[in-house]
Every structure is written in structure tokens, then in C-alpha cells.
């Protein structure tokens, strides 16, 4: 079926029902109502046109795949919202969300290939960033966390291969950051880990463009892959006097071949029995 709808004027609904609008490319206007608590799934999937949309503040759920594909360049979701379903804005053409403050979690790849957007900022409710929530944001510059009174995580490749991603701010209530989660951040050339942070778990920088990092004293163990192919990182500093465990495999191949490792003074031959000499031709106590 072609839908050739251009203008839509909703009224007396408290839901927009699954695939209700799916793929009317040429709609470039809807009215929704102040009655409307739902967007159920695929409601404006494919929606190439539509540039823009009012969401009510009676709003409460955002269904899988809502908004994917859609034309969509700036959104504000009202703070209603508590619940946002996987893949909802999936390759939309955003270039600017304002996320309500009142959900707890931005679900399986909610903004995964959002293209266009340039800038997020995580609300403290939110105590998960899920799987691949924001990869392949190919224009992604910034992203902020802010602080929080709960604990926080940043789940498996959720800025992944986000190759324009510069700016990374972070805050002490996260708890986690999983694997390969800034995996292939090809311009991220420094970020700032919090001090509650006690893993670098596999691949979570594999192949950025970090040229040096500081790993906080919390940090306990540094898993496989942790920084394969970071091929500018010519500074490691590790605050721990005590070396954390480090993995088998890849942990630090391929980076800078002249990269230099800095431990507290009195660790120097601690760290060059736990495995770091293997990749550090050079560690020096500071």
C-alpha cells in the first residue's frame, strides 16, 4: 500500500498504534494530541519527510522502532517520557535530542547510526547506556554524563565506532564501562576515567585515537585487547601502586612503538613482573 498522507491531525486516541504510519515518506506534519500516552512500534518508521514533530507531555512510552529512518532533525522528548524501546530513532537523521530526565535506562540502539547528531547529554536518571546505544554516530563529537546519585553504566559498544567523537565527559557514580564501548573512536585522543571505575574490560578502546590516558588507582584489572591498535598511545600512567591484573592477549599491540609506561615510584619492578614489560620497552617509576 502507498500512503500518500502529507498532513495528519490526530485526535481522541491515547495510543498511535503499531506500523500506524510506516513508511509515508511524503508526511511532513502530525498533530498529536494531549490524550496521547503511546507511540507503539514502527508508528513513523520510514518516514524519510518528516523533518519535525511536537511530542505532548502526556507521553509516556516511545515503542521499538518508533522513529527509525525517520527525517527527524531536532527533538525534544518531553520529560514525561519514562520509557524509550530499542532502535526507537534508529538511523534518524537527528542532529540535536534533548533526552527526558525521567528514564532510567536509553535502550539497544536507540540512536545507533543517528548520522547527523552531533552532541548528546546523558540525564542522571539514567543508569544504563545500553548496547550500542550511540554507535556509528559517525558525527558524534561530545558526549556528557551527568552526575548522579546511583550507579551508572556504559554497556557493550554503546559509542562505538563514533569516529568523530572528541570529548568525553564522565562522572564518579559510573560503575562500568563494558566491552568495546569506545571501540573505534578514531579522533578520542584523551579521555578522563573517575576513580570508581575498576575495570578496562576487552576492546573497550581497541583501535581509538587516545595518544595517552591516566587509569586511576581504582583500576584492578586491564582485560584482553583493552588498547589493540591505539597507534598513537605513547603514554600510559598507571596510579595503582599495585599492578593490576593484566590480560593474555593484545592487551597493548600495535600502539606507539616508542610508548612509555609511568607507575608510582617503588613500583617499577612490580609492574615489570606482572606482565607490563611485555608490551613497554620503557616504564618509568614518576
Known amino acids: 500500500m502507498i500512503c500518500r498522507v502529507e498532513k495528519i491531525f490526530i485526535a481522541g486516541v491515547e495510543s498511535i498504534g503499531a506500523w500506524a504510519f510506516w513508511k509515508c515518506d511524503r508526511l511532513t506534519y502530525v498533530s498529536i494530541p494531549n490524550t496521547v500516552t503511546s507511540i507503539e512500534a514502527q508508528a513513523f518508521s520510514q518516514c524519510a519527510a518528516l523533518k519535525s514533530i511536537k511530542l505532548p507531555d502526556s507521553l509516556v512510552n516511545i515503542g ?30 537527528l542532529d540535536s535530542i534533548v533526552l527526558p530526565n525521567r528514564i532510567e535506562q536509553i535502550a539497544v540502539e536507540t540512536f ?24 556509528h554516530c559517525k558525527s558524534l563529537k561530545s558526549v556528557t554524563m551527568l552526575p548522579s546519585e546511583q550507579r551508572q553504566y556504559i554497556r557493550k559498544g554503546a559509542f562505538a565506532e563514533c569516529t568523530s567523537l572528541t570529548q568525553v565527559n564522565l562522572t564518579t557514580s559510573l560503575a562500568d564501562i563494558e566491552e568495546g564501548s569506545f571501540k573505534g573512536c578514531s579522533s578520542l585522543t584523551s579521555i578522563t576515567l573517575p576513580n570508581s571505575i575498576t575495570a578496562i574490560w576487552v576492546g573497550v578502546f581497541k583501535n581509538s585515537g587516545l595518544t595517552s590516558i591516566v587509569l586511576p588507582s581504582s583500576i584492578r584489572m586491564i582485560a584482553d585487547s583493552a588498547f589493540d591498535g591505539c597507534s598513537s598511545l605513547k603514554s600510559v600512567t598507571i596510579l595503582s601502586s599495585k599492578p593490576p591484573t593484566i590480560g593474555n592477549v593484545f592487551v597493548f599491540r600495535n600502539i606507539a612503538p616508542d610508548a612509555v609506561l609511568y607507575v608510582p615510584k617503588g613500583s617499577l619492578n612490580s609492574y615489570k613482573a606482572s606482565g607490563f614489560a611485555r608490551w613497554f620497552t620503557k616504564i618509568v617509576e614518576k
Not at 65 to 93: C, D, K, M, Q, W
Not at 122 to 134: D, H, L, R, T
Open 64 to 93: 521499538v522502532n518508533a522513529f527509525t529512518g525517520s527525517g527527524l532533525s531536532y527533538l525534544v522528548i518531553p520529560n514525561s517520557v519514562t520509557n524509550i524501546e530499542g532502535r526507537a530513532f534508529l538511523n534518524a537523521a
Open 112 to 135: 545507533k547510526q543517528c548520522d547527523n547528531l552531533l552532541a548528546v547529554t546523558i540525564p542522571a536518571s539514567v543508569k544504563n547506556v545500553g548496547q550500542e546505544a550511540f554507535s
